[in-house]
């Protein structure tokens, strides 16, 4: 389980993030969703151990991200919205590195790599350098790799960047299938459409605060009695007028 109680970031006199309590339960498939500098991306950052919060706990799994980083951050797998890549390196290099950070067996680490080729479709590009691929390819290798250690948690931030509508569904699929054998999935888009096709639950951060968590079903049952789609749903939720 995933547990955020009062999580506060402050810069200044500005709260980016402030006071947000949020559980996810093992196995969700959470969508994360807010406008632009609401504190999806602070939030993030400070569950990946990225940023510092002014206040407050992150707990996965029984254990402090903070107190605790190296136990928490093997159960952790993290792709950013930008992949970042080492461009001199093919991308089965890339992936024995980062899987090799957290020292799996060469057998196993190697299990897992051909597991993740499969299911992502790399093909010939995995023996290439990273400086060849394109902006989707590179967005795939760094799913791949944080995926390679087989985490109990994935946190992501908007991870249809640069993806075709091919690779967009091969990641959707490994993200569903991943919540259903038990893996959390912590994802921040501004895709409504992908949160409504595949989450199961969802929050809605806006000035730094969660202004709506719960199951998607209930997001569905009020775009339903607004007659809205859920982006109207989303902009009415967010309209600071």
């Known amino acids: ?33 807010g406008p632009n500098g609401a504190g999806k991306t602070t939030t993030i950052k400070m569950m990946t151990g990225l940023l510092n919060p002014t206040y407050g706990n992150i707990m996965f799994d029984g254990l402090d991200v903070w107190k605790e980083p190296i136990e928490s951050k093997r159960k952790i797998g993290y792709i950013p919205d930008q992949p ?7 991308g089965r290099e890339f992936l024995y590195f980062s899987g090799g950070l957290y020292e799996l067996p060469l057998k196993d680490l190697t299990n897992n790599i051909e597991e993740m080729l499969d299911k992502l479709k790399i093909g010939n590009w995995i023996d290439k350098r990273t400086e060849e691929y394109s902006q989707g390819m590179r967005q795939r290798i760094a799913i791949a790799s944080a995926f390679v250690h087989k985490p109990e948690l994935i946190i992501v931030d908007e991870p249809m960047v640069g993806l075709d509508p091919q690779s ?10 991943s919540a259903n054998n038990g893996v959390t999935v912590f ?21 730094g605060k969660i202004i709506f968590r719960d199951k ?11 007659d809205s789609s859920i982006e109207e749903l989303f902009i009415e939720l967010t309209n600071d007028e």
């Not at 970042?84 to 093919?90: A, E």
């Not at 990641?171 to 569903?176: E, H, P, S």
């Not at 595949?198 to 000035?207: E, R």
């Open 1 to 33: 389980m995933l547990q955020l109680t009062e999580l506060q970031k402050k810069y200044g006199s500005f709260w980016a993030v402030n006071k947000i309590d949020l559980t996810v339960a093992k196995g969700e498939l959470f969508g994360f969703l």
């Open 84 to 90: 970042f890549l080492y461009d001199k390196l093919t």
């Open 168 to 177: 967009a569904l091969l990641v959707k699929k490994l993200f569903t299938e």
């Open 187 to 207: 994802m921040s888009t501004h895709s409504l459409n992908v949160v409504e096709e595949i989450c199961t639950d969802v929050a809605i951060i806006h000035k």
């Open 216 to 226: 998607i079903d209930e997001l569905h049952k009020l775009k339903m009695k607004h």
